[in-house]
Nanobody, 121 residues
Framework: QVQLVESGGGLVQAGGSLKLSCVAS????????MAWYRQAPGRPRDLVAS???????GFADSVKGRFAISRDNARNTVNLQMNGLKPEDTAVYYC???????????????WGQGTQVTVSS
């Protein structure tokens, strides 16, 4: 069984920084794209940043230049470094990963439980 566990959320003042981490554990054959999404109250869940297994990254326009995504393939970990935080970044942040659990299985997307990020003005 695959699990994704996030950490690093919290309360920060505008202009501050936070680093989110997510570790995948369990029966894992391969991890492909890893990503961070966020969902504010009353809003849909939106993609924030993604990173492929080869290290190619993508970012939402709203976070370009402020957020960075990285991964450690040996540790099955993805990180989101968030700098220059704004009140509009307040949301629950979710880790997602496309994982093949074993050689014979198809790849599916797994989600973490979410971590709250609150940015005060």
């Amino acid at each position: 069984q695959v699990q994704l566990v996030e950490s690093g959320g919290g309360l920060v003042q505008a202009g501050g920084s936070l680093k989110l981490s997510c570790v995948a554990s369990g029966s894992i054959f391969s991890i492909y794209t890893m990503a961070w999404y966020r969902q504010a109250p009353g809003r849909p869940r939106d993609l924030v940043a993604s990173i492929t297994s080869s290290g190619s990254t993508g970012f939402a326009d709203s976070v370009k230049g402020r957020f960075a995504i990285s991964r450690d393939n040996a540790r099955n970990t993805v990180n989101l470094q968030m700098n220059g935080l704004k009140p509009e970044d307040t949301a629950v942040y979710y880790c997602a990963a496309d994982i093949r659990a074993s050689f014979g299985e198809t790849t599916r997307r797994y989600w973490g439980q979410g971590t709250q990020v609150t940015v005060s003005s």
